[in-house]
Every structure is written in C-alpha cells, then in structure tokens.
C-alpha cells in the first residue's frame, strides 16, 4: 500500500529510541524527510547515521521538548532546513518514577513532559500547517489514559493530553489538519519497563518475582490476547498509518495499540 508519504516532512520528538526511532525508520523508509531530536547527542548521531543510511534525509538535533526556548529552535530550524512539516509526532517525554512521581513535583514533570511538551510543539507548528492547509499531528498517549488502577501521574497527563488531542483535532478541522492520539499498552522498550521504579517492576512486585524479565513475559501471556508485548515497530506502524493520506477520514481518535490488554496495570 503506497501511503503517499514520499517527499513528506516528519518531525519526530524522541525519536532516538523506542517507539520514536521506529517511526523516524518507517517515514524514512516511506520516502518522507525527517527531522528528530532528542536530549544524549550520541544516540542523535548514531540514529541520524541509521536513518541516513535508508536513503533519507534527516536533521537531528539536540533539544528537550520540556524546555520551551529549545522546543521553538527545534521546530524554527526544521522550518529554515525544509520549508514545511507535514506531520509532527509527539512521543518525547521521560517523567521522574517510582515515589517521586507523586509529589507535587513528580505530577508537575509528568503534566510538563507528557501535556506541555506536545501542546507547545503543538503550537509552534500549527501555524504552518493551517497555512498548507493540510498535516498530521499524532500524539503518543498511553492505555493509562483511559483505565489507571491506582491514582497515576502519568495516567492524568495522558488523559489531558487525549483530551487536548480531540480540542485541537476540532480546532484544526477547517484547515484540513488531523490530529489522533495512539494510546499503546506495555511495549517493549527494555530500557523504560526495566528500568527501577517501572511499570515492569511494580508487576514483578505484584507476582513476588525477583527477574522483571520474567515477570513481563508471564504478564504479557496472561493478561494480553496476543500473548507477547507488543513491539515499538508495532506501535510506529499505526502512527505512520495515521499520518498517512490513507488515513484521512480519521480525526480526532484515540487508538489503542495494546496487543489486546485484558486487566490494566499502568
Ligand atoms: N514503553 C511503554 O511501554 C509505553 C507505554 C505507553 C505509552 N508510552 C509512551 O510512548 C512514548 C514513547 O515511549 P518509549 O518507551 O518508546 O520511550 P523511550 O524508548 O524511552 O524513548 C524516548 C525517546 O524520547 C527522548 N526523550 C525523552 N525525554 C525527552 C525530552 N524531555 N526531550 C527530548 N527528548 C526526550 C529519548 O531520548 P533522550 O533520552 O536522549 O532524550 C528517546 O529518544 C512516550 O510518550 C511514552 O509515555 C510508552
């Protein structure tokens, strides 16, 4: 299916790892031209080498999406180096863990990576693509949005930002600009569900297992219809389907990508 991306610009926050690399490769590999950026410059020129290697161009550059003096340069240098953006994806954000995250402080980082981040990259494009009178924005949300089982930080910023998602989609109707937000479950990102303080610790917790490891896996059969964890190329595959032309009667949504989760854990 040609997804007629080719010669398109896609600006990917985060995209050095996860879910974000693999859409920064799916758009390079569909033709697009991309734009990433991310906070270790080491992973930004490796992945910049990796894309390139696909045949396609990239810039790559350093910014934290927290920091809106950073955000702006980002996005003004991807307008000065290709005159146009055509899809945005805003999957950046990492927020503090464990109990931290329900501080005052921890529910402010959470609201400022995962709400603010998106909503200011948000604006500082928008103006652009109301001119082209046509893009795709795609906001990276969570399955905790919809269904926490405890009172989660991240689960609220998640929610505001689907609701943002929806507000915007209404707003930016008229100018033939979509925006969804995909809503993944637990996916395999080692480093992220590994990590002290995660999601995948809490569960290893919960079954009174010493390998976060295994305890996922058993998770994952248990609780998914899939049997697995989902992968990030599986997640990127339906945001790159979304900025797609072959996606335009959809506006507006939320797609949950979570390999058919029955209990909720996030
Ligand atoms: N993994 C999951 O199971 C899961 C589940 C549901 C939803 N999600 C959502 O999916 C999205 C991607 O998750 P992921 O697991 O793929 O993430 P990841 O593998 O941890 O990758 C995050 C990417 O964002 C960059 N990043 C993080 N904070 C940043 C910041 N403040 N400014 C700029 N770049 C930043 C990272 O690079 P640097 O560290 O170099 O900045 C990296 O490139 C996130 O919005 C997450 O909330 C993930």
Redesign the pocket.
Known sequence: MDLGLSNKVAVV?????????ACACLFAKEGAKVAI????VE?LKAVKDEIESLGAEVLALQ????IPAQLKAFISSVKERFGRIDVLVN????AVRGEGARTDEGWEDHLR??LH?ARWCCQEVSGLMKEQRSGAIIN?S?VAAKRPREISPLGAAKAALNNYTLGLAIEMAPYRVRVNAVC????M?P???LAPGSVGERIARGYGMSSVEEALTRYARENTLIGRLPE?EEVANVVVFLASERAGALTGSYVIVDGGTLRFVL
Do not use: M, W
């Not at 950026?37 to 270790?40: D, E, L, M």
């Not at 910014?63 to 927290?66: E, N, P, Y």
């Open positions: 926050t985060g995209g050095t790892r996860g879910v974000g690399k950026c991310a906070r270790n992973r910014a934290d999406v927290s999957n950046a954000g990492e990576q995962y981040s990276l969570s993944p479950g637990i996916f990102t480093h992220r569900i990030p």
